[in-house]
């Protein structure tokens, strides 16, 4: 596994090749096989001013599940902490934007979705082993 230092380079190089593009590069589709790259954008919980970042998602129907994993640092995502602060997002996909309401999933539907990243490319338990906390799995709902 590479080091952290690597990953987060790794994604401000992806968020940089996104704006110089203006969009047209940096977001791919989720598919069967593949997680895909969507640009969540969030109010920031003490600023109140727009915070976006890049995160990979699933799709589950209708919604879209992502997991609020810091690459594998301890501490929650700003994002993950801003939408526990007020669940309204917007999200742009390959396809266009949506409004979202974020929530976490817990129980069965927690259970299902996590086995459901672990068969799309990462071995996410590895990456979740690494932190002592419990990774929250994140359904964005349409609104």
Do not use: C
């Not at 895909?36 to 589950?60: F, H, N, Q, W």
């Not at 979202?100 to 799309?120: D, K, Y």
């Not at 996410?124 to 349409?142: F, G, I, K, Q, S």
């Amino acid at each position: 596994m590479p080091p952290r230092w690597f990953i987060r380079t790794a994604w401000v190089v992806h968020r940089g090749i996104y704006r110089a593009t203006r969009g047209r590069k940096g977001l791919w589709p989720a598919t069967a096989a593949r997680w895909g790259a969507m640009r969540l954008t969030t109010t920031g919980r003490r600023s109140g001013l727009e915070r976006s970042v890049i995160v990979a998602y699933l799709e589950d129907g209708p919604n879209l599940v992502t997991l609020a994993m810091n690459g594998w640092a301890e501490p929650d995502p700003a994002w993950w902490l801003n939408l526990r602060a007020d669940p309204d997002a917007a999200v742009v996909l390959p396809t266009g934007r949506r409004e979202v309401r974020a929530r976490a999933a817990s129980g069965a539907e927690r259970t299902r979705l996590w086995a459901a990243w672990q068969t799309h490319g990462d071995d996410v338990e590895a990456l979740a082993a690494r932190r002592h906390r419990e990774t929250a799995v994140v359904v964005l709902e349409p609104r």
